[in-house]
């Protein structure tokens, strides 16, 4: 069966550190990959998706970056953290043409 | 643009009673209409889905949706609620003209008081 995962489940960092994190899917091949940010009161925002290695779509112009490297493996990165990065970041995979997203369990970033 | 509006942030209500959670979307020639579910510190679930045919679907534990094109909603309805309810509802819109895109609106949190 396929499963999601992501990590750290929460992290505290100071203004201006870097960020990294991780998300991986198993049990499936080609998938299409998403971060989102989760905003107390604003819903989701889709900050990026990838449809294959290396392909990266950027909705929101910001801080952050993402890259995958490997077909089941996606990153979020930061070089220097904002204290308006802090929120609760969700990874979610689809399988091509699929219409469910299937979401990690979330990875919630305090920036200090 | 593309927009799901979501009119309560927060829906207080008793153990058992009834409740709906509204959603309306902008309207579009062609959508697929979702409501996810998210308990504290989690991520989102799938809820209950609809693509085509019957526009009221179910989930497993109760709650129903109804797709009303002519008034652009979605609402997600439950006859008797449970404690274990209590969570935030995500409602989601996909526009299929535009690049599949799926778009959240900002959640309702329902709060199930005993």
């Known amino acids: 069966s396929q499963t999601i995962h992501q990590w750290p489940a929460t992290l505290v960092q100071p203004v201006g550190s870097p960020l990294s994190l991780e998300c991986t899917v198993e049990?499936?091949?080609?998938?299409?990959l998403y971060w989102y940010r989760q905003a107390a009161g604003r819903g989701l925002q889709l900050l990026f998706y990838?449809?294959?290695?290396?392909?990266i779509s950027s909705e929101v112009p910001q801080n952050l970056s993402a890259s995958r490297p490997q077909d089941r493996q996606f990153i979020l990165s930061s070089k220097k953290l904002l204290l308006s990065d802090s929120g609760f970041y969700l990874c979610?995979?689809?399988?091509?043409?699929?219409?469910?997203?299937?979401f990690g369990a979330g990875s919630r970033l305090t920036v200090l | 643009a593309q927009s799901v509006t979501q009119l309560d942030s927060q829906v207080p209500v008793f153990e058992e009673a009834p409740v709906e959670l509204r959603c309306n979307y902008s309207?579009?020639?062609?959508?697929?209409l979702f409501w996810y579910v998210q308990y504290p510190n989690q991520g989102l679930q799938l809820l209950l889905k609809?693509?085509?045919?019957?526009?009221l679907v179910e989930s497993i534990n109760g709650f129903e949706a109804e797709f009303n094109k002519s008034q652009t909603s979605f609402h997600l309805r439950k006859p008797s609620v449970h404690i274990s309810d209590t969570a935030e509802y995500f409602c989601?819109?996909?526009?299929?003209?535009?690049?599949?895109?799926?778009?959240f609106g900002a959640g309702t949190i329902l709060r199930v008081k005993s």
């Open positions: 990838s449809v294959g290695i290396g392909q």
């Open positions: 609809y693509l085509s045919g019957s526009t």
């Open positions: 309207s579009s020639v062609s959508v697929y």
């Open positions: 979610a995979w689809n399988g091509p043409g699929a219409n469910v997203l299937t």
């Open positions: 989601a819109v996909r526009y299929m003209e535009y690049g599949n895109k799926l778009v």
């Open positions: 049990g499936t091949s080609n998938p299409n």
